[in-house]
């Protein structure tokens, strides 16, 4: 997703072994992590609105984009994980 550009919208659903990850890409400002275990498609709505008019935010992923892709590896890794997803 950073390689694109694009904002995570990430929902743990209670799975400690997932919140360090969500907590870490909300806190660097990557995206919104959703914590509630309940999560409806309202809330998924409301979260992907709010992404979409948090220029904030949007200018951070850019910036994120901007760092993956000038790494040596970030278009290498991004490639081999399309390849697996068969995209």
């Known amino acids: 997703a950073c ?3 694009v904002p995570l919208l990430v929902m743990t659903f209670g799975h400690p072994e997932l919140e360090w990850q969500a907590d870490r890409m909300s806190s660097v400002g990557a995206g919104i992590w959703l914590r509630d275990k ?14 979409a008019g948090n220029a904030t935010l949007l200018t951070r992923v850019r910036e994120l984009q901007y760092s993956v892709r000038r790494e040596p590896g970030g278009e290498e890794t991004a490639n081999r994980i399309e390849e697996c997803l068969g995209t």
């Open 3 to 5: 390689y694109h550009g």
């Open 38 to 51: 309940s999560v409806n498609a309202k809330m998924v709505r409301d979260a992907a609105l709010q992404i």
